[in-house]
């Protein structure tokens, strides 16, 4: 049974830090992996898929990797701001299936 | 271009009744998922409606059902209403043919008294 792990669930830094989130898994069998924040009481704002072929994808300043084999994934944000305070959350899907299998998350909180 | 909405916002509703939620999709999209997140847990995936049938199931019980409607708008109905149900419900939608981003709506907050 494929389970997501995120670690740390949460974390403080002050503004301006570059900063990386962890996202493991068990089941090496996915067919991407997605990166998601949320915003407190919110719904799900998508911020990188990567196909399972892929070893990386950059967005601004977010840039997620992925190392299929051994089952992890992190996004890193660089200089961080206030404004990026919120839960991220990775997301697998596994090779012949619809859904997505969420960790429980990693809380940010940037400090001005 | 309208993304996922869903209805209602917040809901409040007492332990054995029933309730009904709301997802029309984005513009485009023909698949509707719904998933149940509790507080401080990531989402968990309930199931997947396309072409108006039950695509895919998670590991909930009957007392959760669903439809979809020709122009592919969801609902999720939870019967026997438990103090557990109480939690934001997120639907997504996507294309069907596609294994690729599922885009989420706001959420429902259903709290079960």
């Known amino acids: 049974k494929q389970e997501v792990t995120q670690i740390p669930a949460a974390l403080s830094v002050p503004e301006g830090e570059n900063l990386v989130l962890n996202c493991s898994f068990t089941?090496?069998?996915?067919?991407?992996l997605q990166w998601f924040r949320q915003d407190p009481g919110k719904g799900l704002t998508s911020l990188l898929l990567i196909q399972s072929s892929q070893r990386e994808q950059t967005s601004g300043r977010l840039n997620a990797s992925l190392d299929k084999s051994s089952g992890r994934s992190t996004l890193y944000i660089a200089a961080s701001q206030p404004g990026d305070s919120a839960t991220y959350l990775c997301?697998?899907?596994?090779?012949?299936?619809?859904?997505?299998?969420f960790g429980s998350g990693t809380r940010l909180l940037v400090r001005p | 271009d309208a993304g996922v909405t869903q209805s209602p916002t917040h809901l409040i509703k007492t332990r054995g009744q029933q309730v009904t939620l709301r997802c029309s999709p984005k513009s485009g999209h023909d698949t509707v998922s719904w998933y149940q997140q509790a507080l401080g847990q990531g989402p968990q995936f309930i199931f997947q409606y396309y072409e108006e049938e039950e695509r895919q199931r998670g590991n909930f019980p009957d007392r959760f059902s669903g439809h979809q409607f020709p122009n592919y708008s969801s609902e999720l109905n939870v019967n026997a209403l438990l103090l557990g149900d109480s939690a934001l419900y997120l639907c997504?939608?996507?294309?069907?043919?596609?294994?690729?981003?599922?885009?989420f709506g706001p959420g429902t907050r259903l709290t079960v008294l």
């Open positions: 997504a939608s996507s294309l069907g043919h596609s294994l690729d981003t599922q885009y």
């Open positions: 997301a697998v899907r596994e090779d012949s299936s619809y859904k997505l299998i």
């Open positions: 089941d090496s069998a996915i067919y991407n």
